[in-house]
Structure formats: structure tokens, C-alpha cells
């Protein structure tokens, strides 16, 4: 995978020997740095540079810190950048009007640079990872799934990539309404919370790619139970979810797209492609999900709940077991 780009840090103090001080220490740190003299600086620097994390002094000439904070919280483009405030023996006050006006941190000064360093990488952490999260599920996406994939493949760990995908996803949307659908989406979010939960899968690591697509990282000896308590579990909550009068029959009833034509389409069931790392080694992460989407091909084109590994390979260690998972509904 390429190198990350350090983050930019940028610090706006109206003392040079503070701000030159920290920046040294930041950039020893792995940080990249720019820096500010006042509000009006600050601003220019953060529409210039576009910086991870900003650092404002409290006391800021022109526009103080307080204000500069309300000012890029009020801002669109802005509004999600970490903000950490620095003030010289702010009173609790102080601090409490600073987080209340969007400021992620309230640092006092005199500091310790190694708990800035620490507090900024905090900051910048949780951000990410808040950006990178799905707004529908909560669960992480797709740049977190590859970097977790990668520490796994980094550290040598064997384990089993389940790529996700809801069967008849269509007809829902067309029948009842992306509103519905997206609570086809949530539900599957909760199954594979509850799958990975029973199935007792430790370490294991839960992604939401996007739509109806989800992901599950888990070692190779959980990969069968997780999968099947998946598949009982989004079976029964498709009942749940779906018309009680199309649960009954087992079928959704549409028109179709193109002819317009009334057409049967089966309850959704999953899709679900694993890579083991167990039966290939792969160089990075992409690999490893390029063949989780390949099995996720071979899955979709069956009927039916499907789990769909290596050809000729078995996810746990020794046995006879099945190449490939098929539960019908």
C-alpha cells in the first residue's frame, strides 16, 4: 500500500519561541507543521494548507480562539476540523466556554510536548475514524477496512476476509421504498454484529463498505460459524422486516425495470465470498479483497444463501469439509 502523507499540524501562537518549540518537537514526533501569528494568519493557513489538526491560542490577535473556533465550526468545509485550544491557566471556565464554542481539547500552558504530541494524535484519531464510519450503520469503511486488513497481513496473522452482499436487494427498494431498504441495511449491520458475538470470534474486525456490502475479518477457524449464524440470523430478520403477506408466500412481487412486467423475486438472502490467507498469501490488502469480491461473483451467481471459499479449499484446519456453504430459503 503507498505511504501515508504525515499530518499537518498547524499551530497559531502569538509567541514564535512557543510555537518554533512545539513544532520541533511535532515534527520529531512523525507530524508535519506550519505555523500562525494571529487569527487572520490561522485562516489563511488552514484554506492554504488544508491541515489535519489545527492548534489556537486562546488569546490570538485579531480573532481570539474562541471566536476562530465558532467561525470554522460555522463553516461547512471546516466544521469536522479537529480543534485544540491552548491557553495560559485557563480557569475551568475558560475551558468549559472553549469546548462549548466546538474545541475538541482545552491544553493549558505551561505544557508537557509529549502529552501535545499525544493529545494531537488522539485528535486526529478520532476524527478519522468518525469520518471514515458509515452515517447509516456506525461501522467503520472502507479506508479503515483496508488498513486494518493490512496490519493483519503486515503482522502475518492468518485469517479469513467474508465479503458481504445482499441477495434481491432491488426488488426491496423498488417495492418498498429506500426507506425500507435502508432498514435492510441497518438489520444486516446488527446480524453481523450478533454472528460474530456468538460465533465467540476473537480478534475479529466488522466493516461496512458501502450500500448493502459489509465485510468481516476474522481468523480462519471462526470463519464457518460466523458465517452460518450470519445466514440464520439476517434469515429471520429479512421475516421480520419484509410484508407480512410476502414473509408468508416467500416472495416480493414488482414490476420489473425494463419490461414493466409483473415479475417473483425470492425473500433477500446473503452472498458471501471469503479469502483465506490460510490457502494463499497475499501481498496486501487489495489482493485479499479482490478475491473476497471474485468468491462474492461466485456466490451471487448461485441461489440461495451461499458461502463460497477457495475452490478446493476448506476454511478450517484438516477435515473434510465442504468447498462451498448453500442454504436454500
Known sequence: MAATTPDLVLIADADPEIAEFLAARLRADGFDTALARDGYQALAGIALRRPGIVLLEADLPFIDGL??????????????????????????????????????????????????????????????EVRESSPLTGMPGNDRILRE??????????????????????????????????????????????????????????????????????????????????????????????????AERGYIEHADRVSRRMTRSRLPTLSIGVALSTQRRFADAYEAVAEATALKSVAKSHSGTYVAYPEGRAPGRGGRRPVFWTNEH
Open 149 to 246: 486488513l493490512q496490519s493483519w497481513i503486515k503482522r502475518g496473522d492468518p485469517f479469513a476476509l467474508c465479503y458481504i452482499d445482499i441477495d434481491q436487494f432491488k426488488a426491496v427498494n423498488d417495492v418498498y421504498g429506500f426507506v425500507r431498504g435502508d432498514e435492510f441495511i441497518k438489520g444486516l449491520a446488527e446480524c453481523v454484529y450478533a454472528a460474530a458475538g456468538d460465533a465467540g470470534a476473537a480478534p475479529v474486525f466488522l466493516g461496512h463498505v458501502g450500500g448493502d456490502d459489509f465485510t468481516i475479518l476474522c481468523v480462519p477457524e471462526h470463519v464457518e460459524a460466523v458465517t452460518g449464524f450470519l445466514n440464520d440470523h439476517f434469515a429471520r430478520r429479512v421475516r421480520q422486516l419484509c410484508d407480512p403477506e410476502d
Open 67 to 128: 471566536a476562530l473556533t465558532r467561525q470554522l465550526r460555522a463553516d461547512p468545509a471546516t466544521a469536522s476540523l479537529p480543534i485544540i485550544l491552548l491557553g495560559a491557566q485557563p480557569s475551568s471556565a475558560d475551558k468549559i466556554a472553549g469546548l462549548k464554542a466546538g474545541a475538541d481539547d482545552y491544553i493549558a500552558k505551561p505544557f508537557d510536548p509529549a502529552e501535545v504530541s499525544a493529545r494531537i494524535d488522539s485528535a486526529i484519531r478520532r476524527h478519522r
